[in-house]
């Protein structure tokens, strides 16, 4: 039987609005936590999801704002852009108790830090997602391709018969959960290829395949390598089976894959350029003196980006 758990996911964007969406679908007790223009949208259109996975309408979802929160909740589901962490710690402050776990889906690694010296490193999970989704004009979440992949678990091992319950919560929801005794590593090997997609894909302005195309496949490696390097030198080693399909992907002939970065960039939004690149530079400094010049040239080229949107009118 699943044992009953109160879920608050914070956004009902394109990953919280997926995912968030998908449990209470299943008969999951989920509230999102969202901003007043986008609960007034889901009370009047309600939360739609295209998919290749099926798609679904879910009519006035639960909704609240921070000032409504009065109560903890079991789990915490953080689903909101990395470089908005700091507002979304200070919403759900009145949602986290003795009892709830705080799972992070942001990009990067530095959240970890932020949430354990806000929260308490107890109360945080590690997690991350594996799909690829976007909102449209009106709303609509968009589900891009037909991955749709949560992993999560304890940092320290601490608390099995707890992360089993979320498993099992989740089990059936309709998409695929997997509690992971390698959370630590696997959320480094997402950090290692996002990092890398992001960093090319933006400096190049274009997908893999004209990178490929273009005779780039030399300065895609070199990137992944400085990734793989910095993530060795904090500790964890990518595995061999992850590296092999980490440059097959990145090196595919004609392939479309782009990150969302640098779909963000094309329309002129915000980025994660500090969360995601500058992080890893910053790590890879801290550790290694062999020079970093494939990821430098990304977290520049992504910073300039960012300071030159911060001037416009």
């Given at each position: 039987?699943?044992?009953?758990?109160?879920?608050?996911?914070?956004?009902?964007?394109?990953?919280?609005?997926?995912?968030?969406?998908?449990?209470?679908?299943?008969?999951?007790?989920?509230?999102?936590?969202?901003?007043?223009?986008?609960?007034?949208?889901?009370?009047?259109?309600?939360?739609?999801?295209?998919?290749?996975?099926?798609?679904?309408?879910?009519?006035?979802?639960?909704?609240?704002s921070?000032?409504?929160?009065?109560?903890?909740?079991?789990?915490?589901?953080?689903a909101?852009?990395?470089?908005?962490?700091?507002?979304?710690?200070?919403?759900?402050?009145?949602?986290?108790?003795?009892?709830?776990?705080?799972?992070?889906?942001?990009?990067?690694?530095?959240?970890?830090?932020?949430?354990?010296?806000?929260?308490?490193?107890?109360?945080?999970?590690?997690?991350?997602?594996?799909?690829?989704?976007?909102?449209?004009?009106?709303?609509?979440?968009?589900?891009?391709?037909?991955?749709?992949?949560?992993?999560?678990?304890?940092?320290?091992?601490?608390?099995?018969?707890?992360?089993?319950?979320?498993?099992?919560?989740?089990?059936g929801?309709?998409?695929?959960?997997?509690?992971?005794?390698?959370?630590?590593?696997?959320?480094?090997?997402?950090?290692?290829?996002?990092?890398?997609?992001?960093?090319?894909?933006?400096?190049?302005?274009?997908?893999?395949?004209?990178?490929?195309?273009?005779?780039?496949?030399?300065?895609?490696l070199?990137?992944?390598?400085?990734?793989?390097?910095?993530?060795?030198?904090?500790?964890?080693?990518p595995?061999?089976?992850?590296?092999?399909?980490?440059?097959?992907?990145?090196?595919?002939?004609?392939?479309?894959?782009?990150?969302?970065?640098l779909?963000?960039?094309?329309?002129?939004?915000?980025?994660e350029?500090?969360?995601?690149?500058?992080?890893?530079?910053?790590?890879?400094?801290k550790?290694?003196?062999?020079?970093?010049?494939?990821?430098?040239?990304?977290?520049?080229?992504?910073?300039?980006?960012?300071?030159?949107?911060?001037?416009?009118?």
């Amino acid at each position: 039987m699943v044992q009953p758990l109160r879920i608050l996911v914070v956004g009902a964007g394109a990953i919280g609005g997926y995912f968030g969406g998908r449990l209470l679908a299943a008969g999951r007790d989920v509230t999102f936590l969202v901003r007043p223009a986008r609960r007034a949208r889901l009370a009047h259109d309600g939360l739609r999801i295209i998919s290749p996975r099926g798609d679904l309408h879910l009519a006035n979802p639960p909704c609240v704002s921070a000032d409504d929160l009065n109560g903890a909740y079991d789990l915490v589901l953080l689903a909101c852009k990395a470089y908005d962490l700091d507002a979304a710690m200070q919403d759900i402050a009145g949602a986290v108790g003795k009892g709830t776990s705080i799972l992070p889906l942001l990009n990067g690694l530095r959240h970890l830090d932020a949430l354990d010296e806000r929260f308490g490193a107890a109360r945080v999970l590690g997690g991350q997602c594996v799909i690829s989704s976007t909102l449209d004009p009106a709303g609509t979440i968009l589900h891009l391709n037909d991955q749709h992949v949560l992993t999560f678990g304890e940092r320290d091992g601490s608390r099995p018969e707890w992360v089993a319950a979320i498993g099992a919560m989740m089990a059936g929801a309709g998409f695929e959960a997997r509690v992971s005794e390698t959370i630590l590593l696997d959320m480094w090997e997402k950090f290692v290829f996002l990092a890398t997609l992001a960093g090319i894909t933006c400096l190049m302005r274009a997908p893999i395949g004209d990178i490929v195309a273009a005779g780039g496949t030399a300065a895609t490696l070199a990137l992944l390598e400085e990734a793989r390097a910095t993530a060795e030198a904090e500790g964890y080693p990518p595995r061999p089976a992850f590296l092999d399909r980490a440059r097959a992907m990145l090196t595919a002939a004609g392939s479309s894959l782009a990150a969302s970065m640098l779909r963000d960039i094309e329309h002129g939004a915000a980025i994660e350029a500090e969360q995601v690149l500058g992080d890893l530079l910053r790590r890879h400094e801290k550790h290694l003196r062999d020079g970093s010049f494939m990821l430098l040239a990304a977290h520049v080229h992504v910073a300039a980006y960012e300071a030159r949107r911060m001037r416009a009118p």
